[in-house]
């Protein structure tokens, strides 16, 4: 075979190589589909499998989100990590986002559980595929909550929570909003947040809080603001890793800290230098902002080696079925 006959059948292979790894995948539910991928690693042999969440608003399967100026495309990136270490992974697009657009509720009907559910019917869907050993669940940001609880109501054996926020939802916002509202606003706003924690809807929400408080948002913050991630991850009974980053500028090394604080069980990784969106960046506000944008830049690696590193510890090697 010539020098360049070689180099097709090189490309040709690499091409093929490519497309097997990354598979559509669907999961069916009673108000439309949530389309998602599949990325396996090399060989036939059965492997561990990762559901990759994402987080809050309208973060794609890819970690991607049209808020920002540009791709990050950390969820993707994060697939190709555990690929590379022998981990399958399925990442997809929430109801209601991207591809899963037509699966979504009305506003007024969604709640967080409708997330949980879809969560853990794609977990109990992959514990039944015979090429994999067992499944775990990667939450990002809001993702952890979604994952935490998801892996209470599925045949999950580990849980990976990664930028986990510590608090409820309605205690983060609070504390975000503190000193940035006007007196007038900033009552209004406590006595709206103070009903929804209670379960009530608020009437007569003022223009300028709208956006957070629309009469249509509300049943779903109401449903969001009950669950407290301290409180669900003590719930787990399962091998956990604790993942966050030490120049996270969305949530912060605490939140690590008090969710380990919950439950000692979880090994807590807190990796020097790494972002929000799982990068080397330094607290640099205009460079952090930068890299929700860059695609080419990649992985902290002391991230993708503690990952490693949890599926490689006997405990996690026991609940996939691995000999100790």
């Given at each position: 075979?010539?020098?360049?006959?070689?180099?097709?059948?090189?490309?040709?292979?690499?091409?093929?190589?490519?497309?097997?790894?990354?598979?559509?995948?669907?999961?069916?539910?009673?108000?439309?589909?949530?389309?998602?991928?599949?990325?396996?690693?090399?060989?036939?042999?059965?492997?561990?499998?990762?559901?990759?969440?994402?987080?809050?608003?309208?973060?794609?399967?890819?970690?991607?989100?049209?808020?920002?100026?540009?791709?990050?495309?950390?969820?993707?990136?994060?697939?190709?990590?555990?690929?590379?270490?022998?981990?399958?992974?399925?990442?997809?697009?929430?109801?209601?986002?991207?591809?899963?657009?037509?699966?979504?509720?009305?506003e007024s009907d969604l709640?967080?559980?409708?997330?949980?559910?879809?969560?853990?019917?794609?977990?109990?869907?992959?514990?039944?595929?015979?090429?994999?050993?067992?499944?775990?669940?990667?939450?990002?940001?809001?993702?952890?909550?979604?994952?935490?609880?998801?892996?209470?109501?599925?045949?999950?054996?580990?849980?990976?929570?990664?930028?986990?926020?510590?608090?409820?939802?309605?205690?983060?916002?609070?504390?975000?909003?503190?000193?940035?509202?006007?007196?007038?606003?900033?009552?209004?706003?406590?006595?709206?947040?103070?009903?929804?924690?209670?379960?009530?809807?608020?009437?007569?929400?003022?223009?300028?809080?709208?956006?957070?408080?629309?009469?249509?948002?509300?049943?779903?913050?109401?449903?969001?603001?009950?669950?407290?991630?301290?409180?669900?991850?003590?719930?787990?009974?399962m091998p956990c890793l604790?993942?966050?980053?030490?120049?996270?500028?969305?949530?912060?090394?605490?939140?690590?800290?008090?969710?380990?604080?919950?439950?000692?069980?979880?090994?807590?990784?807190?990796?020097?230098?790494?972002?929000?969106?799982?990068?080397?960046?330094?607290?640099?506000?205009?460079?952090?902002?930068?890299?929700?944008?860059?695609?080419?830049?990649?992985?902290?690696?002391?991230?993708?080696?503690?990952?490693?590193?949890?599926?490689?510890?006997?405990?996690?090697?026991?609940?996939?079925?691995?000999?100790?």
């Amino acid at each position: 075979m010539n020098r360049l006959a070689l180099v097709l059948s090189a490309l040709v292979a690499t091409s093929s190589s490519s497309i097997a790894a990354e598979q559509a995948i669907e999961l069916e539910t009673p108000t439309g589909v949530i389309k998602g991928t599949l990325t396996m690693p090399p060989g036939d042999s059965r492997t561990a499998v990762v559901l990759l969440i994402a987080g809050s608003g309208p973060t794609d399967r890819d970690g991607n989100t049209p808020m920002a100026a540009g791709k990050n495309d950390s969820l993707k990136l994060l697939a190709a990590a555990l690929r590379d270490n022998g981990v399958a992974s399925v990442r997809y697009d929430k109801r209601g986002i991207a591809a899963s657009s037509r699966a979504a509720h009305a506003e007024s009907d969604l709640r967080f559980e409708d997330y949980v559910q879809d969560a853990a019917s794609w977990a109990t869907r992959l514990a039944k595929d015979s090429r994999f050993t067992g499944v775990a669940v990667l939450g990002h940001s809001e993702g952890s909550l979604i994952g935490m609880l998801a892996s209470q109501r599925s045949p999950s054996v580990a849980f990976i929570s990664v930028a986990g926020p510590a608090e409820r939802a309605s205690v983060v916002l609070r504390r975000q909003l503190q000193g940035r509202l006007p007196p007038d606003l900033a009552t209004r706003n406590e006595e709206i947040l103070s009903a929804l924690e209670s379960g009530s809807t608020a009437s007569e929400v003022p223009p300028p809080l709208l956006a957070l408080y629309r009469p249509s948002v509300q049943p779903y913050l109401i449903s969001w603001f009950k669950y407290s991630p301290s409180d669900e991850l003590v719930k787990l009974r399962m091998p956990c890793l604790l993942v966050q980053g030490g120049t996270d500028i969305q949530v912060g090394v605490a939140d690590a800290e008090a969710l380990h604080a919950a439950n000692k069980a979880c090994v807590l990784r807190v990796v020097a230098g790494m972002n929000h969106v799982m990068k080397s960046v330094p607290p640099d506000r205009q460079k952090q902002i930068a890299s929700y944008g860059d695609p080419a830049l990649p992985l902290n690696t002391d991230f993708t080696e503690a990952l490693a590193s949890f599926f490689s510890a006997k405990q996690v090697r026991a609940a996939f079925g691995a000999p100790r």
